[in-house]
Each structure stands twice: as structure tokens, then as C-alpha cells.
């Protein structure tokens, strides 16, 4: 037995290692009791299974031109009711449909790898700079300072516009826009928490600083922040999208919804559907993604009210 098993037997319920383990699963819990979280969470899951597994499914290539079947329009459109391009063909004659289930893999792989940067970096630097103060503090909140006064469209150009945006350059970029306030969150929560009793015996019991960072305060405070960022999923997805929208995104002919839209714009008045619809399977996703994130948000605030 470690010196620091005893401490975590003895402190409150809220830090108990089980109590910080099973906090996510409360928050879920109570999240999805909710209609709100139901109605995303359905909506999520079909938008995803069509989007994993229908352009396999269709056999169509996404990228493959076919100008016989240029600028089609959707089903409900045509006389002719084929289902060959449910949605319409583009000015090429790529399918529609497919191109924009492609577009939402993208568009999410983007978003949740970019918070999970955010998250990364925002949460450690935010625990860091709250545990240790002093110098640690001041170089730690100056360097978030600055990185806050350079607007993400400025470090995006920088970064991109020098070279051939890549999925990692586009993951790295939105990551570094948006790290400053997860770590202001987690060094104002972790000053808190530092002074509390249960911190105090574990640095009596002989405990390293590392060891209780990462038993003690990272299983309490990190689910909380995790279940908020659900809606910066949403937010990194039209950052994503205004990107590939101004050329700075994934280059064609790989589809996202930005350059999609884009290449559509050019024909909205005798085929709208080119932008309408990668626009629409962006909303749609955007929907279901805020309905979970804001019924995740409240059942976290309705627990730690309750603690």
C-alpha cells in the first residue's frame, strides 16, 4: 500500500477515486434522462451510420467526375425518379449525397481530434500553472495571453497559407486557437482545490506533486471539462468548414463541406443543391452535436451544484 491510499480513503466523497471515476458516469446519467440529449443523440447516430457506411455501401467514388450526369437535380426534383444520385450530381457529376457524407467524416475527424488538442494542452499548462503558482503561474498565463491576442484566421493563414494545408496542420491550428481558456478554467479550479484538505495530507504523507496531479485532481476536475467541450466539437467543425470555405482547408478533390460550398456558390441559381446540401448535413450535425452538448452542460452543473 502506497502512502497516498490512505489519504484517498479518507477524503470526501467528491474526491474519493470511485466518486471522481463514476462522475462521468452521473452526468450522463442524468444527461440522458433528458429529451434534448435523446433527439441529438438519435440524430448523431444516424447522420455517423450514413456517413461510415453508405459511400461504401453505393460503390461510388466521391472524387470520380462523370460529365453525362452533371448537374442533375435531387430526387424530389427530377421526373424521372432515379435513384442512381438521390441528392443530385455537382457540376461535374459527382454524387451529392456521398460527397457529403465524406464531407461530415472529415468535417468531424477535424473538430474531435482539434479539441482533443485543445484539451490536451489547455487542461495540462491550466493544471500546471493552478498547482504551482508563483513564476510557474506568471510564464505560464503570459504565454496564454499572447496566444489570445493572435485571432485564430491570422494563425491560420500563417500557418496554412505557407504551405499545403494537411488534415494534421488543420488539427494543430484550430487546437492552438482556442487552448487559452481551458487552461484560465482549469488553473482557476485547480487554485481551489489545491488549498483543500484532502491536497494538503497527501503532501504531508510524502506524496510527489505529479502523483497527486494525476490521482487526486485530474480525476475530479477533467471529466467536467471533457463533457463541456462537446460543444467546441460543433464550434471546430464551422471553423473547419470556414476554412476549407476560404481555400485554407483540405484541397480538392478530397470533399469537406467548406470546398464543397465553395465550388457550389457559383451555381446557386440554376443548382442551388450543390451548396444547399453539404450546408444542410452541416446543420443537421451541428443540431444534434449542441442538443447533447448543452444537456451534457447543465448535468454537470446540476451535480456540482448538488456536491
Known sequence: MSAIDPILAAVPLAVDRRASRSLGR?????AGRS??????????????????????????????????????????LSDKWSWAHPLGTD????????????????????GVASVAVTLLIGCALGTIAGYFGGRTDTIVMRITDAQLS?????????VLGVSRPTIPAIILVLGLSNWPVYAR??????????????????????????????????PLLVPPVLFTSVLDVARMMIFESTLGFLG????????TF???IADGRKYLLNAWWIATMPGVFLGLTLVSINLMGAALERARNSIHGGI
Open 26 to 30: 452521473r452526468i450522463l446519467d442524468r
Open 150 to 158: 493572435i485571432p485564430m484566421i491570422i494563425l491560420a493563414i500563417a
Open 248 to 255: 485554407l482547408g483540405v484541397q480538392p478533390p478530397t470533399p
Open 185 to 218: 478554467v482549469m488553473r482557476s479550479v485547480v487554485m481551489a482545490e489545491r488549498g483543500r484538505e484532502y491536497v494538503r495530507a497527501a503532501q504531508v504523507s510524502g506524496a510527489g506533486h505529479g502523483r497527486i496531479i494525476l490521482t487526486l485532481l485530474v
Open 35 to 76: 429529451t434534448e440529449f435523446r433527439i441529438g443523440l438519435a440524430l448523431f447516430l444516424i447522420l455517423a451510420l450514413a456517413a461510415a457506411i453508405y459511400p461504401e455501401l453505393s460503390g461510388i467514388d466521391p472524387t470520380k467526375m462523370d460529365v453525362k450526369a452533371r448537374l442533375l437535380p435531387p430526387l424530389f
Open 91 to 110: 457540376q461535374i457529376g459527382r454524387d451529392m449525397l456521398v460527397r457529403s457524407l465524406v464531407g461530415l467524416r472529415y468535417s468531424f475527424l477535424i
Open 258 to 260: 467548406g470546398n464543397i
